[in-house]
């Protein structure tokens, strides 16, 4: 395991209440005078999550993940913005944060001085959490000393995970972890984190919703964006799960074939797809493993209806098929 440059963050629990306790702990006195008024505050969101703000300098990317019991955590607390950075805010989560942290960090401000900046003027601050990743993945992390037991944060390297009303430390523990062990490409990364916290224990009071966003320059559907990547289950009792799912298509669907996934389309491949070519009405010449003109453009035909045609053709040669999109045909349509 690569070596981690923590901070920690723990909110330290009050007098009445105990980290330790298997029931939900009592709010205090001031707790309760601060949720009155909050709710008359129309910047007032409760969004008990846990969630990992992260910046990867090879992919030059920033992203987002996170999951809660609540509804559409997605449109909440994820923010992420190319050559800027990311930001997750949650708690008692002033949504302003996000377009205005990206405007800071966008100016060049560091993560910590847009944490800063961000809470200076805030008359609630200690009911908000916040985790911030800067364009070059400085990263800083704020728990306010309101925020619902179990609350806390973990720095590292280029990331940030933060949580609250968690089933304990570990969840956070867990995150870190699986970040820093796991492979691949940023979102991967993410999604490893969200998955170990959720095994570890997650958000006490349940699943309901999960989300990942990744920005990079030209990312985008088209290349003139820097949206790489914006999934969300907004109501599911299993988000995460679905949230890997989905992942799992958008790779399949965007993802870059590698060459040494390639396979050249002899004549036992090609009497495969032309026969599924048949069966699914885009064929009507013989099944006889010749690879040729009409073959290939009623396969470009098919693929384009699966939304697949990323994956064929990437050097102009159309008589290699990626095996990643073989697999997947064969398992999608297995008679």
Not at 4 to 31: D, E, H, K, N
Not at 210 to 221: D, F, L, M, T
């Amino acid at each position: 395991m690569p070596t981690l440059f923590l901070s920690f963050g723990i909110i330290p629990a009050p007098a009445v209440q105990s980290t330790a306790c298997r029931r939900p702990c009592p709010v205090s006195p001031f707790q309760l005078d601060l949720d009155h008024e909050l709710r008359t505050d129309p910047n007032w969101r409760l969004t008990v999550t846990y969630s990992i703000v992260a910046y990867d300098p090879v992919e030059r990317a920033w992203g987002v993940a996170v999951a809660s019991k609540f509804l559409a955590v997605g449109a909440v607390v994820p923010w992420a913005q190319a050559q800027a950075g990311a930001i997750a805010t949650q708690a008692h989560a002033r949504v302003r944060f996000g377009p205005d942290g990206l405007g800071l960090l966008a100016q060049g401000h560091t993560a910590q001085e847009t944490l800063a900046l961000l809470l200076k003027d805030d008359p609630n601050a200690a009911v908000r959490q916040v985790g911030i990743v800067d364009a070059h993945g400085g990263a800083a992390a704020h728990t306010g000393s309101g925020c619902q037991e179990w609350a806390g944060h973990r720095i590292g390297r280029g990331f940030a995970c933060q949580g609250n009303i968690l089933t304990g430390a570990d969840t956070l523990d867990a995150m870190v972890e699986a970040f820093s062990d796991a492979s691949g490409e940023l979102a991967d990364r993410l999604m490893a984190a969200l998955q170990a916290g959720d095994a570890a224990g997650g958000d006490r009071r349940g699943r309901q919703s999960a989300a990942i966003r990744v920005a990079k320059p030209g990312g985008g559907y088209g290349g003139d964006t820097d949206r790489y990547l914006d999934l969300r289950v907004d109501d599911d009792p299993q988000p995460i799960h679905k949230l890997k799912d989905l992942l799992d298509t958008h790779h399949l669907y965007f993802g870059e074939p590698r060459s040494e996934d390639l396979l050249p389309i002899g004549e036992a491949i090609a009497r495969e797809l032309q026969a599924l070519l048949v069966a699914e009405g885009y064929y009507r010449g013989g099944v006889n493993g010749e690879w040729n003109e009409d073959s290939k453009q009623a396969f470009w035909n098919f693929i384009g209806n699966e939304n697949l045609e990323e994956r064929w053709n990437p050097d102009g040669n159309t008589d290699l098929i990626d095996a990643v999109v073989l697999n997947y045909l064969r398992e999608r349509f297995k008679g």
